[in-house]
Structure formats: C-alpha cells, structure tokens
C-alpha cells in the first residue's frame, strides 16, 4: 500500500470510542479478520474506524 494511502494512528478520541464499541482495537480487528499484529491491517481497521465514527456523527 502506498505511503500516501497509510492511515495516520488512532486519536484519544478514536481509542476512546473503539474501548466503548469494542473494548478496543485488537477485539475490533479480530471482528474484521485482521490482525493487531499485521500493519497493514491496523492501517484498514484505522479506515474502517474512521467510517464509522462519521456515519455516527
């Protein structure tokens, strides 16, 4: 994935939602098959996060 594509990390306000949501990012990305362990998979979680947050909004 390009280097202009990358997500940039979680805001306090982000981690604060995903703990509410989901009880944090590693239980989230478990959700959508990806791993806490693979980078570009916290790069997706962190876009998906962020869609959510909006439609939320």
Excluded: C
């Amino acid at each position: 994935m390009p280097a202009d594509n990358s997500a940039p990390p979680y805001t306090t306000e982000e981690k604060r939602w995903l703990r509410v949501h989901f009880d944090g990012e590693f239980k989230f990305l478990q959700m959508y098959g990806l791993s806490i362990y693979d980078e570009e998979d916290r790069e997706e979680g962190r876009r998906i996060v962020r869609a959510m947050m909006a439609y939320d909004e």
